[in-house]
């Protein structure tokens, strides 16, 4: 099966934000730009652009960490070392050697907190130190470069140090008790980690998004909740449009007069007399209409067409007179015959000569014994010809027209509206039940006539806003039409009125005006609601089920059979195989497989109900190294006290996988077990295991002493007395005198008598036995116990008589005296010079 292969085909079928992300967490670092990448990826449905995969198989990107030291430790725990805890880089294998109560744990849970296991406790200050800031610093190297960083009690882990693996009692009793995801998945499972990691940053940040869209929408008013405009707007929907919601969006004049009259009917009792009253309004609204009317028409455009119209025709036909009377000026002896003083005078004349001085002649009286009217003179021929031809021009047609165009012209011009004044307007708009709003339009539009009046007489432009006028006269039409509607409706009110169902009518009219009011806010809501229906479909375009499934099909074989593989083996190794256990896949969770140990053909029963301390031990031990041996890196492991509960066989393999683990990593063991720390040097050759002694000082636990004697080769145990020890003593002994030096002696006594001990373990005895050892190692050791002479015998004899006194209860009347250093040191010389010929013998 090509899992690669096979996990790309997925991937293609997915949306094409998801293939995006994959690709991103297979290729880069993936940082808040690109989660907003993706997701505007969803939001618009883009499609993955095809690319190549990297491959992400059996990846190895993993640097090699080693811990190099854990220094200037304050305040944390019982922990107050004055010396550093250094570890050699040259060797893998590290031995930490310490008593109860030495401070081993503490050194433990330090390095559990830096790493970031997940069952590492908090850590105290120490109770007794006032000063609550621990801190220490941690110096370690990354591919053989050197780090280093304060550390400060309960910080978060350093992350560079993440793939150094503990065990501990905790740890190792998780693995048998509980279920566990894998601590090192391969490149293509943590594919599926990461895509569930940030398929749920992604929802997070959807549903971050979709929270903001918050209802806007006020509560519809409880009187309105029977309503069927209550029904739609208590039940918006995305599909909603705006034409299907108009009938509680939209709100006109027609809808509020609808409902201002069903108001009114409500309110009023006595409808009869109300039709009457409004039929008097509209008499008098109709009044005011016809007055405008008629107003306008006489100064609107065709009547000023026609105004002007007259007055040309006046001017024009009075030329035409003019020019007759030319002809009768001609013959005259005086000017201004025709004009109109001169008409004055002759009619003014006439009326003398008719009434008063010839009241039964024609006018002009030219008869022989006629006299001027005016001057009293007789009239001679010419003047009786010019009197005639005056009367001529007076009776001609051609005057008749003119006068009558002018006096046309004068009539028009006289009619021409004026204003009316605002009281009687006042009075008009109370008859007709108009507001004061409408007192002053009426008042402006008959400012404006007027004003169009006076320049029509002055024959100037007109400036009349015709379109103000024409919009009130229709506005006041309109409620003419409602005032005759109402009164009909009151007509049938005051014969028949269900009042129930105008109520209804009205509480209905009132719900969608309040609907109307809200329309904004309505449509911002159907857009809210459609916003948040995209989102539902991101964010459920984040469900792991998919990456679920897939993770548990690859991880079968993958990861399960690999890992129980894997813990097979080390059973194997730790020579466990009897113990009736099984690791087994218990159930997917967001693309992470967990497993479990299980007793095998049992049911009912958890491994820690029947399995011995030293089996739960061990047990405990395969899975974690079956489990952290799974990554792709040599990382550090550190152990505390790995034999606990171990018996002498389990112990043995045990100790054999430790150094095992050493030839490729950095392995760091705390004990305070004799027998492991003595096997562990014995297994090992000292260029390869540093051993470090720790021990608990007055001023508190982990102080790092010298290494244990029992602990170093016989020569090198020899000569760091020799060296270092005898040249203290002599020092204590010169200046302070036997009595500051009888208890260091003492103890250097103690010491030469132990390393006589494990001379005859170890050299004498060729290492055949020893002592916290089981077997018996023969192989290629049995034939060196041949170079044993009576001398030697002797001389171990001697040693061992002269020192074990010092080990004893001393007689108070005969004690032994502490050797002084000098004669000490000529036992040490004589000890190494016989322990050299000794080893040299074939």
């Known amino acids: 099966m090509d899992i690669q292969k096979d996990i790309i085909d997925w991937l293609k079928t997915l949306k094409g934000w998801q293939t995006e992300l994959a690709y991103r967490i297979l290729t880069k670092k993936i940082e808040d730009t690109d989660i907003d990448d993706i997701i505007t990826m969803a939001k618009s449905n883009l499609g993955f652009e095809d690319k190549d995969f ?473 857009s809210r609601l459609k916003k948040i229906a995209d989102f539902d479909n991101w964010i459920s375009q984040c469900n792991t089920r998919s990456i679920t499934a897939k993770a548990s099909q690859i991880s079968e074989t993958a990861i399960t059979e690999e890992y129980v593989k894997r813990f097979n083996a080390e059973l194997l190794n730790l020579n466990a195989k009897k113990i009736k256990v099984e690791l087994v896949k218990q159930r997917a969770i967001k693309g992470t497989v967990t497993h479990s140990l299980k007793l095998k053909g049992i049911n009912g029963y958890k491994p820690s109900d029947i399995l011995s301390e030293g089996e739960h031990r061990i047990i405990a031990l395969a899975s974690f190294l079956a489990d952290v041996t799974g990554g792709n890196n040599n990382n550090s492991f550190v152990f505390d006290d790995p034999i606990s509960s171990l018996d002498q066989q389990f112990e043995e393999k045990t100790i054999e996988r430790l150094i095992e683990l050493s030839k490729t990593r950095q392995v760091i063991v705390f004990t305070h077990r004799l027998s492991l720390l003595g096997q562990l040097n014995e297994k090992c050759d000292s260029n390869s295991i540093q051993i470090i002694g720790i021990r608990n000082e007055h001023w508190g636990a982990g102080e790092i002493g010298e290494t244990p004697l029992f602990a170093k080769k016989t020569n090198s145990a020899l000569n760091s007395i020799k060296n270092d020890r005898i040249a203290k003593a002599k020092k204590i002994f010169n200046e302070q005198g036997s009595e500051a030096y009888y208890p260091y002696g003492k103890a250097l006594c103690s010491d030469i008598r132990i390393l006589v001990e494990r001379i005859v373990e170890l050299d004498f005895l060729a290492d055949v036995i020893q002592r916290y050892r089981r077997a018996v190692n023969t192989m290629g050791k049995i034939q060196k116990l041949a170079k044993i002479q009576k001398e030697d015998c002797d001389i171990v004899d001697d040693f061992m008589t002269r020192y074990s006194c010092f080990e004893h209860s001393q007689p108070t009347e005969t004690p032994i005296e502490i050797p002084e250093p000098v004669e000490l040191e000529k036992d040490i010389d004589k000890l190494l010079q016989w322990l050299t010929e000794f080893n040299s013998r074939v």
Do not use: M
Request: aromatic share 8%.
């Open 54 to 526: 990297p491959n992400f198989l059996n990846s190895n990107t993993e640097k090699q960490i080693r811990l190099l030291s854990i220094e200037s430790i304050q305040n944390i725990e019982s922990l107050a070392p004055r010396n550093p805890l250094k570890l050699e880089k040259e060797k893998n294998l590290t031995v930490i050697y310490g008593s109860n109560g030495s401070g081993k744990s503490g050194y433990t849970k330090i390095i559990k907190k830096i790493s970031g296991k997940p069952r590492a406790i908090d850590l105290k200050s120490n109770v007794f130190n006032p000063n609550p800031n621990g801190k220490c610093l941690i110096k370690y190297s990354i591919d053989g470069v050197e780090q280093e960083k304060e550390w400060s009690i309960n910080d978060s882990q350093i992350l560079d140090l993440r793939t150094v693996d503990v065990f501990d009692t905790t740890i190792g009793n998780s693995y048998v008790d509980e279920e566990n995801t894998i601590t090192y998945t391969p490149q293509f499972v943590k594919l599926f980690t990461a895509l569930t990691y940030y398929y749920s940053k992604i929802q997070e940040k959807l549903e971050q998004e979709q929270s903001k869209l918050t209802k806007a929408l006020s509560n519809l008013p409880n009187e309105y909740a029977l309503t069927d405009t209550a029904k739609i707007y208590n039940n918006l929907r995305k599909e909603y449009t705006e034409q299907q919601l108009a009938n509680i969006l939209l709100w006109d004049k027609e809808k509020e007069q609808a409902r201002l009259d069903i108001e009114k009917r409500l309110k009023e009792k006595d409808p009869a007399k109300s039709a009457s009253d409004l039929r008097k309004q509209k008499l008098e609204i109709d009044k005011i209409i016809k007055e405008i009317s008629d107003a306008y028409t006489q100064i609107n455009t065709e009547a000023i067409k026609e105004i002007k119209a007259l007055k040309n025709d006046a001017i024009s036909k009075r030329k035409v007179s003019q020019d007759s009377v030319q002809v009768i000026a001609n013959k005259s002896e005086l000017q201004g015959v025709g004009s109109q003083v001169w008409k004055s005078l002759w009619e003014a004349a006439r009326v003398f000569s008719i009434q008063e001085a010839y009241k039964t002649k024609d006018y002009p009286h030219v008869d022989n014994e006629a006299r001027c009217v005016l001057c009293h003179q007789p009239l001679d021929i010419n003047a009786k010809e010019r009197l005639l031809s005056f009367e001529t021009f007076i009776k001609s047609q051609l005057e008749n027209e003119a006068t009558q165009a002018e006096k046309k012209y004068s009539e028009i011009i006289s009619k021409l509206p004026v204003r009316i004044n605002r009281e009687i307007l006042s009075t008009k708009c109370i008859a007709a039940n108009l507001n004061e709003d409408w007192l002053n339009c009426l008042v402006n539009i008959w400012q404006q006539i007027e004003t169009a009046s006076n320049s029509i007489k002055q024959d100037v432009d007109v400036t009349i806003d015709a379109k103000f006028i024409s919009e009130n006269v229709s506005i006041l039409n309109s409620i003419s039409v409602a005032y005759e509607k109402s009164a009909i409706q009151f007509e049938t009110d005051a014969k028949q009125f269900d009042r129930v169902k105008a109520s209804k009518e009205l509480l209905e009219l009132n719900a969608k005006k309040w609907s109307s009011e809200q329309k904004e806010n309505i449509l911002k809501e159907i």
